[in-house]
């Protein structure tokens, strides 16, 4: 039948949702998206796509403007015919982020040029390991009161990575202090870091963002809310602890190495002039 569109969130997850499940770890982020979708974190403007073939579900795709057009771990091949629907449909698309290869192959297929990349590489827990020296202070769970300070942190996290600060950022981070997703590292009970993880997904949570602002640096601060943060993922009782990394900071990538965390694939997301 081909690629098909909707910006019905529950057409969409009938048709997607349990392919989409069948690898909850390469598929983290779309499975991510959807229920904050679900939850109305975004407009009537997303897009929502997913092809089948001979009955089956085979790929999915979404978008939430004016972030870049996701992918999730979709098949190579599928690619072009989705870059030609939405040139035929004129939809305005600023980027597109997912795996890596399947990343190149939309931006091949697409007809604005490459602009910007961002790389990143995805890791999952293998063995949790405290973080060494151990810095002092302790985590604490982000309440209500917090909301001004972790919504400036990450605005600042967003504007330091090079990503879209979303308009909805003050609503993303109530609902996940309401979900209790979001913990602070405090010395002497001043806040120093942040970290979030994710309600689990089929068995499956993902750390971030972890944020430590530049004054509060070199410290050993963010190794441990992010070591936090995925001990408190493996006390809600996930099998699986993600989180991403920047690829041209080597620094938070052997932190998270040092606390347990081995690669997976590597992703990209791709802005268009």
């Given at each position: 039948m081909g690629w098909m569109f909707t910006s019905n969130v529950e057409v969409y997850a009938g048709a997607a949702e349990p392919w989409l499940l069948k690898d909850p770890v390469r598929n983290t982020v779309p499975l991510t998206l959807l229920r904050g979708?679900?939850?109305?974190?975004?407009?009537?403007?997303?897009l929502l796509a997913w092809l089948e073939r001979d009955g089956e579900t085979v790929a999915a795709a979404s978008q939430t403007p004016p972030h870049p057009l996701l992918l999730a771990d979709i098949p190579t091949e599928t690619v072009r015919e989705l870059a030609t629907r939405l040139i035929e449909s004129e939809r305005v698309v600023p980027g597109v982020s997912g795996p890596l290869a399947q990343v190149e192959a939309f931006a091949g297929a697409w007809w604005r040029p490459e602009a910007e990349r961002r790389s990143e590489r995805l890791y999952r827990l293998d063995?949790?390991?405290?973080?060494?020296?151990?810095?002092?202070?302790?985590?604490?769970?982000?309440?209500?009161?917090?909301?001004?300070?972790?919504?400036?942190?990450?605005?600042?996290?967003?504007?330091?990575?090079g990503g879209v600060v979303p308009a909805e950022l003050r609503a993303l981070v109530a609902s996940r202090i309401s979900r209790e997703e979001l913990l602070l590292w405090e010395v002497d009970g001043r806040p120093v870091a942040f970290a979030g993880v994710s309600s689990p997904i089929a068995g499956m949570s993902r750390v971030?963002?972890?944020?430590?602002?530049?004054e509060f640096r070199?410290?050993?601060?963010?190794?441990?809310?992010?070591?936090?943060v995925t001990a408190k993922a493996l006390a809600g009782g996930v099998t699986e602890v993600l989180l991403f990394t920047d690829l041209s900071n080597p620094i938070s990538n052997s932190i998270y190495q040092a606390i347990g965390y081995r690669p997976v694939a590597d992703y990209a997301a791709i802005s268009f002039t």
């Open positions: 979708i679900r939850a109305g974190l975004w407009g009537d403007d997303v063995a949790l390991v405290p973080p060494r020296p151990f810095p002092e202070g302790a985590a604490r769970t982000a309440v209500t009161d917090d909301l001004d300070q972790v919504v400036r942190w990450s605005n600042d996290f967003q504007s330091e990575a971030g963002p972890v944020y430590t602002p530049p070199r410290k050993g601060y963010g190794a441990a809310v992010a070591h936090a």
